[in-house]
């Protein structure tokens, strides 16, 4: 049996196990970390999800505020507007979700709630954190569960009950990420997988940072330590 197949074939149900297969099938990512191996990269992407990439973009076209991409900053913040993430990412969160029963996973500024609607397709229970209320509209429309609120400023308890955080950068300020993953540590389980999208560093106090994608460092996921 071959290195891959035995890491698909384990059953696992905690993120340290995970980790420990994450780890046996890592290489030397440099600068003090770990890069998964491509064979499972190529898997993972391969592994076809239960929509498509036109059903999945359809959505974005449909519920993204027009001018979102040209306009990446709120006004008068350093937060990044409600941009959505690429398909491709979406197949990582498919991958993880078979290794945890009754998997829940948060989107830590959820945008339109297009990474919590689809991840509903695939088997997540899902619920959100966004503190652009005008999108509560598109949130009820779709039937996703939002919590409104700045994260600095709102309860995060129910993040303990998570499986799966998953953060696109929501805001460009290095010591504010910093703070926010404080935050999550405090406020997770210890063996909480965090995926996250355009990492503000490759290296996050408390967490061990794996790279994922194939080309480049855009997707890492973290683990606390
Ligand atoms: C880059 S978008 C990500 C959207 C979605 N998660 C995705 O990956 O497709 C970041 C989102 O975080 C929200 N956000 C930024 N700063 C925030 C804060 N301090 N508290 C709550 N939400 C915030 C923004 O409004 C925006 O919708």
């Given at each position: 049996m071959n290195h891959i197949s035995s890491f698909f074939n384990y059953i696992k149900e905690s993120a340290e196990e995970l980790y420990g297969l994450f780890r046996k099938n890592c290489?030397?990512?440099?600068?003090?970390r770990l890069k998964l191996n491509e064979d499972i990269i190529e898997k993972v992407i391969n592994t076809p999800l239960p929509f498509t990439s036109n059903e999945y973009y359809n959505f974005v076209d449909k519920y993204l505020p027009s001018g979102a991409d040209e306009d990446l900053y709120v006004d008068g913040s350093d937060s990044f507007r409600e941009i959505a993430t690429e398909y491709d990412d979406l197949k990582y969160l498919n991958y993880i979700k078979t290794y945890i029963t009754n998997p829940i996973l948060c989107d830590m500024g959820c945008g339109i709630g297009n990474i919590l609607h689809f991840c509903n397709k695939m088997g997540y229970k899902t619920f959100g954190y966004e503190f652009n209320k005008s999108l509560s509209k598109i949130h009820k429309k779709v039937g996703v569960d939002v919590i409104y609120g700045d994260f600095f400023t709102t309860d995060l308890s129910k993040l303990k009950t998570c499986d799966v955080v998953f953060l696109y950068r929501p805001i460009s300020s290095v010591a504010s990420m910093n703070k926010l993953f404080k935050l999550i540590r405090s406020n997770t389980k210890d063996n909480v997988i965090i995926v996250y999208k355009y990492p503000h560093q490759m290296r996050i106090t408390g967490f061990t940072t794996i790279s994922l994608n194939e080309w480049d460092d855009d997707l890492i996921i973290l683990f606390k330590k």
């Open positions: 290489r030397n990512g440099g600068e003090d």
